[in-house]
């Protein structure tokens, strides 16, 4: 990772990410968004490594902490805004919301607010692709909470027993809503879990969005010449509460704090102003010009239509409703 | 036309074997997956030489992690194959339920129709073999109460052979319920037999005194029963229901228009059944063309229990068929 104006495209990935979750909290706040809303803010690094791993004809499924993998994967602002708002011009026309953004141009398989449910589709991913001899990968996010899941378990025992090409990224942040990892698994090393299913797994540090991308890279090269699936475990933080509901028990502010000074974007700019490609006012034009996609993310939404209540049962199958 | 009126002899199981064998060799998408599917030959021996012939690529045995294989066979969907899930009965598909509900029947609406499911799920019902509550109960009228998959019940020769492509080339995923007392049943069949509907219900019988509602495994139960009513000079019109999502009610309200006086027989209990269901769109639908109540012949609510007696007794019977049928015509206008 040396060329300067990747790292700067890094940071302004990241900045993107969390920009767009400050405003979505905002938008909660002022009611335009409802139901439940889990923001990404502090786990930015990861979201954005990954994707810069990935090609175009690879699939991704993610959880319902999603919005920062969507943007990161390149579906536009405007139309996961518009999602969130619950409108017609959003990624799911409005039916999915915050929890399943959907998008068949990137290939963005969700959105899914079953815990651990994405990880058997994400066996299948790999099955297929593995029969029409397609040299593509997976890639299927869940947090560390999935792993108490049997699911977790099923996906990870066929994929490496069918050699699929999958990367099983768990994005650990400790808790699992309100639960901390020691107080619901009896052996908290995850990787172990992975490679006892016979699967190179390996501890990334998730708020180094360049560590990210290196391991994560590595990872995705191995899978797509037909090595198997991969579990890649990124230790991670999320700063702001579960959901918008959240009081946050369960958990010290201390301990928050002490994650927050190692904010994956703080850093990072430390690092590139070290290096001496980033500086006070490239800093701002960047913001600024984040600032200026968010904002017409929001006037995008705002604008955006209801879907007709006429069309409530299109799509429940493709002929119609049944 | 030759060859038009030739049969052969054959089994529902032979059926459904020539059914995948045909699926396989057309597409190259389809792959079929489960327990025991493959060098067991499957658990009912529908499976049985497949492996041999297509190889381990496509005829797949899979652990016992009905979730893991069921949701890999929706994910290989959504990836362009179109998987044939084989689970061995509809007891153990609840372990896979999450998969089913939340992701198969969701997908295409939750996405804005951006993607489908061209899943197939296929599975045993039914009870009738001894196999106590754990392999015996039919789920089917459950599955059909949620929008987004077509639930099917071959319970002919025809279907057995017929549905499956029919299936696998419907955009949306489909359960295929397989009741278990239906694998032996040996009759004719067309030389040249292949793919059916998989939209219409089908009149089995004409007749114009009562209308016999009925699908899958009690269908064979509920013709014996028109048998027995016809020796009494009743003609009973019998109604195999074969898709029971969606519903073809057009066919069923006919009926009734013409004969006024139904019987739905259905071996799931009674409480929030498929039956039910059917009432009450009669109920809503075609009230006033009822001469008398409409009744039911359902399976008993209990967990189906071992002994055989106390099996018999839990499920639809000719006998009870026939009562209810007898029952419902002494009701005068």
């Known amino acids: 990772m040396n060329d300067a104006a990747d790292r700067v495209g890094l940071l302004r990935e990241m900045l993107r990410i969390r920009r767009f979750e400050e405003k979505c909290a905002e938008l909660y706040s002022a009611g335009k968004i409802r139901g439940f809303l889990h923001l990404y803010i502090g786990e930015e690094a990861v979201a954005t490594g990954v994707m810069q791993s990935l090609l175009p004809e690879d699939a991704v499924l993610a959880t319902y902490r999603e919005h920062g993998h969507a943007l990161a994967r390149g579906i536009p602002a405007t139309a996961v805004m518009a999602e969130m708002y619950g409108k017609y011009e959003g990624c799911s026309r409005g039916r999915g919301g915050s929890m399943h953004i959907f998008d068949a141009r990137t290939r963005f398989y969700g959105g899914n607010a079953i815990v651990g449910g994405g990880l058997p589709l994400a066996a299948g991913f790999g099955l297929a692709d593995r029969m029409m001899r397609r040299p593509r990968v997976t890639a299927c996010f869940f947090g560390e909470g999935a792993v108490a899941e049997g699911e977790f378990h099923e996906a990870l025992n066929l994929a490496s027993l069918w050699q699929l090409p999958v990367l099983f990224l768990c994005e650990n942040n400790l808790y699992a809503m309100g639960t901390a990892l020691p107080r619901s698994e009896a052996n908290t090393d995850l990787c172990e879990k992975a490679r006892s299913y016979r699967m190179p797994a390996q501890p990334v540090d998730g708020m180094d969005v360049e560590a990210v991308m290196a391991a994560t890279k590595r990872a995705v090269s191995e899978v797509r010449a037909g090595g198997g699936p991969q579990f890649l475990e990124y230790r991670t933080y999320r700063f702001r509460a579960h959901s918008m509901f959240d009081p946050e028990l369960y958990r010290d502010k201390q301990e928050v704090e002490e994650w927050k000074k190692r904010c994956p974007i703080a850093g990072y700019v430390a690092r590139l102003e070290a290096a001496g490609i980033l500086d006070g006012q490239q800093l701002a034009a960047l913001e600024a010009g984040v600032a200026k996609e968010i904002a017409a993310a929001v006037a995008y939404a705002e604008a955006g239509s209801w879907e007709p209540v006429e069309q409530l049962t299109r799509d429940v199958c493709a002929a119609g409703a049944a | ?333």
């Open chain 2, 1 to 333: 036309m030759s060859g038009s009126t030739a049969t052969v002899r054959t089994t529902y199981r032979d059926a459904l074997r020539e059914a995948l064998r045909d699926a396989l060799a057309r597409d190259e998408r389809v792959f079929l997956m489960g327990e025991d599917v493959g060098r067991y030959g499957g658990t009912y021996a529908v499976s049985k030489g497949l492996l041999a012939e297509f190889g381990e690529e496509r005829v797949r045995d899979t652990p016992l992690s009905e979730s893991g294989f069921v949701g890999a066979g929706i994910g290989a969907a959504l990836n362009g194959m179109l998987p044939i899930v084989e689970v061995m009965t509809c007891n153990f598909s609840l372990l896979a339920l999450d998969q089913i509900v939340n992701n198969a029947a969701t997908l295409r609406h939750m996405s804005g129709g951006q993607f489908g499911v061209p899943v197939v799920i296929r599975m045993a019902t039914g009870a009738g073999r001894q196999l106590a509550a754990q392999h015996s109960h039919s789920f089917e009228g459950w599955y059909a109460h949620v929008p987004g998959i077509r639930i099917l019940t071959p319970a002919t020769l025809e279907d057995a052979r017929g549905m499956l492509w029919t299936a696998l080339m419907d955009p949306d995923p489909v359960i295929i319920f397989e009741n278990a007392l239906l694998y032996n049943l040996e009759g004719e069949l067309a030389a040249g037999a292949g793919p059916v509907d998989i939209d219409k219900a089908a009149v089995r019988r004409s007749g114009e005194a009562l209308t016999l509602v009925t699908y899958g495994g009690s269908l064979g139960k509920t013709l014996a029963a028109a048998d027995v009513l016809a020796e009494q000079g009743i003609a009973a019109e019998v109604i195999d229901l074969r898709t029971l999502r969606p519903l073809d009610m057009p066919t069923v309200l006919t009926s009734l228009a013409k004969t006024h006086r139904m019987v739905i027989v259905d071996e799931g209990w009674k409480s929030g059944s498929l039956s039910a269901e059917i009432m009450a769109r009669v109920m809503e639908e075609a009230f006033y063309d009822l001469d008398a109540p409409v009744a039911r012949v359902c399976g008993v609510e209990v967990p189906i229990p071992y002994p055989k007696h106390l099996e018999d007794a839990a499920i639809p019977q000719v006998a009870g068929i026939v009562e209810a049928a007898l029952r419902t015509l002494s009701h005068h206008v």
